[in-house]
């Protein structure tokens, strides 16, 4: 291992490294690490010690290292799909090979993130455009952020080129697949590790800590200017795709930034480091073009003064090779933007429509293959921004100047400055001079500035007694006007009231204004007050502005407490204004009267209620409106008393009342019965029943004699009642259903004294032919009744009549059907209005309504066993080969019948078949010990028919093996 450690990475072509949210409950990741090695040229050794990853995790906001894990390659291949051209012929010293590595585990992102980060040293000592590549290392690198934002970073889907090729137009893709709105930019790389004893850090005491150094361009590079070209390389910050053409053979390293927004806010970067070949290739066809002098900025070329651009076609064709070009200018105005030329000197130009953002495609087609290129053209022949109207400033100012011309090819303004933007704080005239490669454009704008002198009037004036002094502005020269209710032009008013007065002064530009506040100290002013009980008095002057508070108890506060009577004072200072208010607390305390609370009186009411106190002026509630100590009582209810001081009153009362004594009728019930009783809401009632019941709603079911008992305190009062009942029992049966008749005896039973039916009869029993409904009312001796009904229906039972006997012939089934509406059973069994037979016997079947009423009806069927039908169906052809099938003429079962016989002839009227000599009715196709052969044969056959005719038929049969 301690070899292992010493292979410097010089094996690694780049890479990245992604995350996958699996669970946000348990904060569990799944991380994944892509690196692609050089297959051709890396150190085998190298390679395999990279077959283990060590992943650090650390704080993304302090830095802090938080752990590490290990990671195992989980699979590898080599990779082959580069499509990057179309029409090349393939080196053969290119292999790069892509390893994944995958891994789950928990991690808690917090409050802050986590940082997630694979380093390793070192790059190829061969890539020119960083210092020093042989030291320099390598960290693939995301982060998890905060757990409030649940995420998966995005994933880039394609593979960098595996080689790139010098002056060839070159397009590739490195769009990632996300939910977020994702940004693409070209990023410096990061280092990782170093040359000496970091080549493969794998613990804390090796890791380079966050944050993470980038590596260092040579000169000629940069982060926007990683690889060499004309056009330069740029990328779509929408779509992903990098497009340029390199100019320069070389290895080279480039790093690509996807920046991650969820509702406008940047939540995530993902990076992807690679490293580049650019080499000289072989083309059977390869289309290219540019603009001669033009400027290619951004992707596009940033085109003249004029409308009209000339193209060179500077596409590369192999020996032999004939090839057409087929141009589109992208002019969306017209459709007839197109031309196709077969030289490739023939001069190609286009008049395009003006300002604008065009695409030119160019298609190279020969016999063997196709190519495209494509690349934009900037339109700028007429001027196309403004710098806006002058601007006025009356303070100190900075202010942008935008020309909103990001793609220009330079803009340079006249005091010096470049971009399209520019932040300036002075006044003056500024020109901005916008270029676009050979054409350029120009505006100005003006900028002044007016700085009035501030005005002198106080911030705010405090008045300890009357408001009247004079206000000046106090700068001489200006011109004033003064807010409502003043509505003055003068420099200097009179104020004679409490208010906010402002003062607007006029320059020859700009305007200023000033707002003075007057107020006057505020007077506090406490009352007198008087107490008759010990009391905490509590005084509020609530917040007064700029007041200092003292009070004569030492209280500084705006509220001050005294539990003590006599005089006291508070003093209030307002800046130079102090104002005192004195106030008084007197206290009386009145003796405590001693009524009860109330009095609870078993029978008669007649006691004395005595206040208890001499020496003290009365005022009773009762109807005389007594004013003596003590009063007499005789009457249940609510009785108040009030004490006079000298300054207070008290006031107390009692509550005087009986004891409730229950009262329950008597009751009588015919039948059954529930009684219920309800003896309201008692005053601190407990409740006894003689049922065992201690509510004050009970229910009684039987007759007799019941009591109650209420308890109020050391009262007790109790009631008697007596509960009769008698039951009449009547019962005159089920409602029944006759068919055809009804004769039914209804008892009004034992019970009743009188009786009334219905149908007017007084009797107990009465007779009933005829269906309805009856009822009877039954009463008893104590006059209690009871009542019931009964009903009773008749309907005429279904008819069913089957047909007269009847003889059949042999399989000649026949059918027996009775009327659709009931339900049937059948002696076989069937359920339905018919059955069909063929077998001779005795058949019945019973009919049933809806109401359960039946009938039954039979039939006798005989068969002739002598009879067949009056028309046979005769096959004309049959297959005698023993499968079972077909194999037997005319039928495959005898014909029993004895008047039936068969007979078959050969074409030439010998007989071979005859069912009278050989004691059958079917023929199996032999002759004399043999089959006969396939062909036509005649035959004949006779049978007696159901009606007693004898029948004959012949024709033709066909033997088919």
């Given at each position: 291992m301690a070899l292992s450690l010493q292979v410097r990475a010089t094996h690694i072509v780049g890479g990245d490294l992604y995350y996958t949210l699996v669970n946000s409950t348990t904060n569990e990741y799944r991380i994944t690490v892509q690196i692609f090695f050089d297959c051709e040229d890396g150190n085998p050794g190298a390679i395999s010690d990279?077959?283990?990853?060590?992943?650090?995790?650390?704080?993304?906001?302090?830095?802090?290292?938080?752990?590490?894990?290990?990671?195992?390659?989980?699979?590898k291949q080599i990779v082959t799909n580069d499509d990057t051209y179309n029409c090349i012929i393939p080196p053969n010293n290119v292999c790069v090979s892509q390893h994944i590595y995958t891994r789950n585990i928990i991690v808690n992102p917090g409050n802050d993130g986590v940082i997630v980060a694979w380093q390793r040293c070192c790059r190829n000592a061969k890539i020119d455009n960083i210092i020093a590549p042989g030291a320099t290392g390598f960290t693939a690198w995301n982060v998890i952020p905060p757990r409030n934002i649940p995420n998966?970073?995005?994933?880039?889907?394609?593979?960098?080129?595996?080689?790139?090729?010098?002056?060839?137009?070159?397009?590739?893709?490195?769009?990632?697949?996300?939910?977020?709105?994702?940004?693409?930019?070209?990023?410096?790389?990061?280092?990782?590790?170093?040359?000496l004893n970091k080549i493969r850090p794998s613990d804390i005491t090796t890791y380079d800590r966050p944050p993470f150094n980038t590596v260092s361009w040579r000169n000629g590079f940069s982060q926007t200017s990683q690889i060499p070209g004309n056009p330069s390389l740029s990328i779509n910050a929408s779509t992903g795709e990098v497009t340029g053409t390199p100019n320069r053979t070389g290895t080279y390293t480039f790093g690509i930034a996807i920046r991650e927004y969820r509702n406008g806010a940047l939540i995530g970067i993902t990076r992807r480091d690679y490293q580049i070949e650019v080499i000289d290739c072989q083309f059977n066809l390869l289309a290219d073009f540019d603009i001669p002098g033009g400027t290619a900025v951004g992707g596009s070329y940033a085109f003249e003064c004029g409308d009209t651009v000339t193209l060179r076609n500077k596409s590369k064709v192999g020996r032999g090779v004939q090839a057409k070009y087929f141009w589109d200018f992208g002019d969306p105005t017209t459709t007839s933007d197109t031309l196709t030329t077969w030289n490739i000197n023939t001069p190609v130009s286009y008049v395009y429509p003006g300002n604008g953002d065009y695409t030119v495609t160019l298609?190279?087609?020969?016999?063997?293959?196709?190519?495209?290129?494509?690349?934009?053209?900037?339109?700028?022949?007429t001027k196309s921004f403004e710098l806006g109207p002058d601007r006025f400033f009356c303070k100190e100012f900075a202010t942008v100047l935008d020309t909103k011309t990001p793609d220009a090819v330079s803009v340079i303004w006249n005091n010096g400055a470049t971009g399209s933007e520019i932040t300036v704080s002075e006044a003056g005239t500024y020109i901005a001079l916008v270029s676009y490669g050979k054409c350029s454009y120009s505006d100005t704008m003006r900028i002044f500035q007016e700085l009035l002198p501030n005005l002198n009037i106080p911030k705010d004036t405090l008045l300890c007694d009357e408001v009247n002094f004079a206000l000046d502005a106090g700068i001489d020269n200006l011109r004033y006007q003064w807010t409502a209710p003043i509505n003055s032009t003068s420099q200097a008013v009179q104020i004679t009231d409490t208010g906010t007065y402002s003062v607007i002064s006029f320059g020859k530009?700009?305007?200023?204004?000033?707002?003075?506040?007057?107020?006057?100290?505020?007077?506090?002013?406490?009352?007198?007050?008087?107490?008759?009980?010990?009391?905490?008095?509590?005084?509020?002057?609530?917040?007064?502005?700029?007041?200092?508070?003292?009070?004569?108890?030492?209280?500084?506060?705006?509220?001050?407490?005294?539990?003590?009577g006599g005089v006291h004072w508070v003093q209030i200072?307002?800046?130079?204004?102090?104002?005192?208010?004195?106030?008084?607390?007197?206290?009386?305390?009145?003796?405590?009267?001693?009524?009860?609370?109330?009095?609870?009186?078993c029978d008669e009411i007649n006691f004395r209620l005595d206040a208890g106190i001499d020496a003290l002026t009365y005022q009773w509630s009762d109807s005389k409106r007594s004013t003596t100590r003590a009063i007499q009582v005789t009457k249940p209810g609510s009785y108040s008393v009030t004490s006079f001081g000298q300054f207070c009153t008290q006031e107390d009362t009692t509550r005087v009342w009986q004891a409730t004594q229950p009262e329950v009728e008597d009751s009588f019930f015919c039948n059954e019965f529930s009684y219920n009783i309800f003896l309201g809401n008692i005053e601190e009632a407990e409740y006894l029943w003689s049922n065992g019941s201690t509510n004050p709603q009970n229910s009684f079911t039987t007759n007799g004699t019941h009591w109650v008992r209420v308890t109020q305190r050391n009262c007790i009062k109790t009631d008697t009642f007596e509960i009769g009942n008698t039951v009449v029992n009547v019962e005159l049966g089920e409602d029944t259903h006759f068919c055809d008749s009804m004769s039914v005896d209804l008892d009004g039973g034992t019970d009743g004294e009188t009786f009334l039916w219905s149908t007017g009869a007084t009797t107990r029993n009465i007779n009933v032919q005829k269906p309805g409904k009856y009822f009877v009312d039954v009463t008893d001796s104590l006059g209690c009744t009871r009542a019931d009904t009964v009903t009773f229906s008749l309907t005429n039972s279904p008819k069913v009549t089957l047909r007269d006997d009847t003889t059949i012939c042999v399989n000649s089934p026949t059918s027996i059907e009775v009327p659709l509406g009931f339900t049937y059973l059948w002696n076989t069994g069937s359920t339905e209005n018919y059955i069909i037979t063929a077998l001779e016997g005795l058949y019945n079947v019973q009919i049933t309504d809806e109401y359960g009423c039946t009938d039954k009806d039979s039939i006798s069927i005989t068969v002739d066993p002598n009879a067949l039908p009056n028309f046979l169906y005769i096959p004309n052809a049959f297959t005698p080969n023993n499968d079972n099938v077909n194999d037997w003429f005319p039928y495959t079962e005898e014909v029993i019948q004895p008047s039936f016989w068969v007979r078959v002839y050969s074409r030439w009227g010998e007989k071979i078949f005859d069912s009278y000599a050989q004691e059958t009715t079917r023929w199996d196709g032999y002759f004399k010990g043999e089959k006969v052969a396939p062909g036509v044969y005649i035959f004949m056959v006779s049978y007696s028919g159901c009606d007693g005719n004898t029948r004959t038929h012949k024709g033709t049969l066909h033997t088919i093996y």
């Open positions: 990279d077959d283990e990853l060590f992943i650090s995790l650390w704080n993304a906001r302090t830095n802090a290292f938080i752990r590490d894990f290990t990671m195992s390659v989980s699979s998966t970073s995005p994933v880039i889907n394609d593979i960098p080129p595996l080689y790139v090729c010098v002056d060839a137009p070159l397009s590739f893709s490195q769009k990632a697949r996300d939910s977020d709105s994702l940004v693409y930019s070209f990023t410096t790389p990061y280092l990782g590790g170093d040359n298609k190279a087609t020969s016999a063997i293959c196709e190519d495209t290129y494509k690349y934009g053209i900037r339109i700028r022949s530009y700009c305007f200023q204004i000033d707002t003075i506040r007057v107020w006057q100290a505020t007077q506090p002013k406490l009352e007198d007050t008087f107490f008759c009980e010990s009391f905490n008095y509590t005084l509020n002057l609530g917040t007064i502005e700029e007041a200092q508070y003292l009070w004569s108890n030492g209280v500084t506060d705006t509220m001050a407490t005294f539990v003590n200072t307002q800046r130079n204004c102090i104002k005192t208010d004195t106030f008084a607390i007197d206290l009386e305390l009145l003796p405590q009267l001693n009524i009860p609370r109330d009095t609870l009186i």
